[in-house]
């Protein structure tokens, strides 16, 4: 009987190894968490260990990914990535071109990020950073403040982050215009009013109020917004980002901040994080941030224990995993 190894490490904690193992009596699974920090910390012994284990896995899931992980682990059949994104294990051009399946757990946090979404969108309008101002000043200066309901809202890309923040911007009572890579026309989605194919991106910026990123990042989407893109988008808008950061080009967004060419933009992803001291995006009053948390919610490690558990089930019996990512689109 041949053995199955997995080795585990991040979400899926040790705590979660003797429900692995009972899932079939030939898995030997292993936690590698520390070992992954004393082999970046320049541990000689962790590396030579981490080598002989990697040497023989089969399975492979957790966020973190060792170096060099494809020429280490030449019986590697499977990678579950702990997170939506996989960019980052796609930039190795052997895994790309490889028979390893990749497995990603797009869709099981999703309300999470949707609801940030919603509060920067609130924030914006209600001017929540304004009051909180008059607050520590000891100011009280009432103003106008707006809505979202009858505005436009503008998702790019239409997966299960997006769909999410779709349902709930219509319970806002907006208008919802969305792009998807494979759409080829543009028409209506269950919670879109409009779907348009990503070669009408301006469209939807232009006619957008609120412009939100769920896009992945794949070499299409790098820098999918720049200049160009701040130059048709409303004076008014609040740019939110809950993808990945270099999906924006973060020097033009500064400068489109800094001369109000946009309103404001709120970002919980950057393009380096954690994001550098010296970036010009810290000082700058209309940019909303908080440090990529909007996945970061109480159950997220038993829902993600929950959904690798279901795949190595699917994955000992021959069937179909949920969650494969296609290498070639990156998603």
């Known amino acids: 009987m041949e053995p199955i190894n997995v080795l585990v490490n991040d979400e899926i904690t040790e705590d979660a190894l003797p429900r692995i193992e009972a899932i079939d009596p030939r898995i030997n699974a292993l936690h590698i968490g520390k070992l992954l920090t004393a082999e970046t910390e320049g541990d000689g012994e962790a590396k030579e260990l981490l080598d002989r284990l990697l040497s023989t896995a089969e399975v492979y899931a957790g966020i ?33 071109k490889s028979s390893i399946t990749l497995t990603n757990v797009a869709g099981v946090h999703s309300y999470g990020p949707a609801e940030l979404v919603i509060q920067a969108c609130l924030v914006h309008v209600k001017g929540t950073l304004e009051c909180a101002k008059q607050k520590a000043a000891k100011r009280w200066e009432p103003f106008q403040t707006g809505t979202l309901r009858g505005k436009t809202m503008g998702i790019v890309g239409y997966g299960n982050i997006g769909q999410r923040v779709a349902r709930v911007a219509q319970a806002f009572e907006m208008r919802v215009i969305t792009t998807r890579r494979s759409t080829k026309a543009p028409g209506k989605a269950r919670f879109a009013d409009l779907l348009l194919p990503i070669e009408q991106l301006n469209r939807l910026l ?42 924006i080009d973060e020097a033009a967004l500064a400068l489109a901040l800094r001369s109000k060419q ?53 994955y000992v019996k021959g069937g179909r995993l949920d969650g494969i ?6 998603y």
């Open 206 to 247: 232009s006619e957008s109020d609120f412009v939100v990123l769920t896009t992945p990042l794949t070499p299409d989407t790098y820098h999918l917004i720049g200049p160009d893109q701040f130059s048709v988008m409303k004076r008014d808008a609040l740019l939110v980002n809950v993808s990945r950061g270099p999906t």
């Open 64 to 96: 973190r990914i060792p170096a060099q992980l494809f020429s280490r682990a030449p019986n590697l059949k499977w990678i579950q990535v702990t997170r939506a994104g996989v960019d980052r294990v796609l930039m190795d051009a052997e895994f790309r």
């Open 262 to 314: 946009i309103a404001a933009a709120a970002l919980d992803v950057f393009e380096t994080e954690p994001l550098p001291q010296n970036s010009p995006l810290w000082d700058l009053p209309n940019l909303i941030y908080s440090p990529h948390i909007a996945g970061n919610v109480p159950a997220y490690p038993l829902m993600v224990q929950d959904l690798f558990v279901h795949n190595l089930e699917q």
């Open 325 to 330: 990512v296609n290498k070639k689109r990156g």
